[in-house]
């Protein structure tokens, strides 16, 4: 597949260091319980074959895997629990979707920092763009717009924002008016902010940064407060916990408002409802 001048610029970018894809694959859905199978394979909505135009199923993770291709991204790592083959078995490498996909295996993960952690050999020394497989957002174009935001402004962390309807769920971010975040408030119970961030492009920088939160003293000291309920339904260590120590030790961080773009989380059951409903192929 030829990419065009512009995907090629999105794919490495002025400073020569290549995008790839993160996508943290481990969880348990323990929400969901019992389910059939992975949550990032279940069927949400449909996909048109080209050479027959007959609607096929369209998994989760399928639309996460695409705005990465979008963005000219072409190779993306899922860090998945061992366990879920049905995802390699779905996917395998990639061809279906247009990228070459590579799966790193783990036997458990304290949550998705420590997950997506586990591919830091692979990704040290690239650009990331990170996204919930489990989470359904737009724009399509939503990574190409982050990864200009971060080859404009130079930030180590640019976070893509959507509207939050119920803030007590989601990790909610105060900005300035160029965008440049100023603090973080995990699923606040009462707050006047606004946007929430569900995907995000980052530098080595914030993947070194990762490695060794993960790793310091401090942190293992403090893991029963940071993985706790509160910042975690399932309480498991949180990304928002590793954004907010960045932002506490100045490392810039830029975001990007999509005002007109909604999510699902398909976490819950009754969020999984609403997004099969909404992707149903039409009559």
């Given at each position: 597949?030829?990419?065009?001048?512009?995907?090629?610029?999105?794919?490495?970018?002025?400073?020569?260091?290549?995008?790839?894809?993160?996508?943290?694959?481990?969880?348990?859905?323990?929400?969901?319980?019992?389910?059939?199978?992975?949550?990032?394979?279940?069927?949400?909505?449909?996909?048109?074959?080209?050479?027959?135009?007959?609607?096929?199923?369209?998994?989760?993770?399928?639309?996460?895997?695409?705005?990465?291709?979008?963005?000219?991204?072409?190779?993306?790592?899922?860090?998945?629990?061992?366990?879920?083959?049905?995802?390699?078995?779905?996917?395998?490498?990639?061809?279906?979707?247009?990228?070459?996909?590579?799966?790193?295996?783990?036997?458990?993960?304290?949550?998705?920092?420590?997950?997506?952690?586990?591919?830091?050999?692979?990704?040290?020394?690239?650009?990331?763009?990170?996204?919930?497989?489990?989470?359904?957002?737009?724009?399509?174009?939503?990574?190409?717009?982050?990864?200009?935001?971060?080859?404009?402004?130079?930030?180590?962390?640019?976070?893509?924002?959507?509207?939050?309807?119920?803030?007590?769920?989601?990790?909610?971010?105060?900005?300035?008016?160029?965008?440049?975040?100023?603090?973080?408030?995990?699923?606040?119970?009462?707050?006047?902010?606004?946007?929430?961030?569900?995907?995000?492009?980052?530098?080595?920088?914030?993947?070194?940064?990762?490695?060794?939160?993960?790793?310091?003293?401090?942190?293992?000291?403090?893991?029963?407060?940071?993985?706790?309920?509160?910042?975690?339904?399932?309480?498991?260590?949180?990304?928002?916990v590793v954004l907010q120590a960045a932002l506490k030790v100045g490392l810039p961080m830029q975001s990007v408002i999509f005002p007109d773009d909604t999510y699902i989380d398909i976490g819950t059951p009754e969020n999984l409802v609403k997004a099969v409903r909404q992707f149903h192929?039409?009559?």
């Amino acid at each position: 597949m030829t990419k065009s001048p512009r995907d090629r610029a999105a794919s490495s970018g002025p400073t020569g260091l290549e995008v790839v894809g993160l996508v943290p694959a481990a969880g348990l859905a323990k929400r969901l319980q019992p389910f059939p199978c992975s949550k990032e394979v279940y069927p949400v909505g449909y996909v048109v074959d080209e050479k027959t135009g007959v609607p096929r199923p369209k998994v989760a993770a399928h639309y996460l895997l695409e705005k990465f291709r979008v963005a000219g991204i072409t190779k993306t790592y899922l860090v998945i629990r061992d366990g879920k083959w049905d995802i390699p078995n779905y996917f395998r490498d990639g061809q279906a979707v247009g990228l070459s996909l590579a799966y790193i295996v783990i036997a458990g993960s304290l949550g998705p920092p420590d997950t997506i952690d586990r591919a830091y050999p692979f990704i040290e020394r690239k650009r990331v763009a990170f996204g919930f497989p489990d989470i359904l957002f737009g724009p399509d174009d939503v990574y190409r717009q982050l990864i200009d935001a971060q080859e404009r402004t130079g930030a180590e962390v640019v976070l893509g924002l959507h509207r939050v309807y119920n803030p007590r769920v989601w990790d909610m971010i105060d900005c300035e008016a160029d965008g440049r975040v100023r603090s973080l408030a995990m699923k606040p119970v009462s707050t006047t902010l606004t946007y929430g961030w569900c995907c995000a492009v980052w530098t080595p920088a914030f993947s070194a940064f990762l490695h060794r939160f993960l790793r310091a003293d401090e942190t293992h000291r403090d893991l029963a407060h940071l993985a706790n309920r509160a910042n975690d339904p399932g309480g498991d260590l949180a990304m928002g916990v590793v954004l907010q120590a960045a932002l506490k030790v100045g490392l810039p961080m830029q975001s990007v408002i999509f005002p007109d773009d909604t999510y699902i989380d398909i976490g819950t059951p009754e969020n999984l409802v609403k997004a099969v409903r909404q992707f149903h192929p039409p009559e």
